[in-house]
């Protein structure tokens, strides 16, 4: 995480990203957007927010922590590791096929 404490600050986490959070600095107020990540659930995020519908929560600490700045990804990292091939020449399909017509 390149900005554990802004994340903990708004409570972002726990709940899976990608995250969205609306914040209002002069009330150090925050909203989060817990639906759909999609246009129509963004959309209508902002709406409930701009209305004053949406749940607001108070900045932890009460003061925004500094945003670190962090270098770029390369790419290079996190790459998957390669699955290894399973021999399955010993493996009879037939048999399966066998069990299957027995329990009907």
Do not use: C
């Amino acid at each position: 995480m390149a900005q554990a404490d802004l994340e903990q600050a708004l409570d972002i986490g726990g709940f899976g990203y990608p995250a969205l959070a609306a914040l209002n600095a002069k009330k150090m107020q925050f909203a989060l957007l817990k639906g759909a990540f999609s246009e129509h659930g963004i959309n209508e995020f902002l709406k409930d927010i701009s209305f004053g519908r949406g749940r607001t929560a108070p900045v932890r600490g009460a003061k925004l922590p500094a945003v670190v700045t962090v270098e770029p990804w390369d790419g290079k990292d996190g790459s998957l590791p390669e699955e290894e091939d399973i021999d399955l020449s010993d493996v009879d399909l037939d048999d399966l096929d066998n069990v299957q017509k027995d329990e009907l």
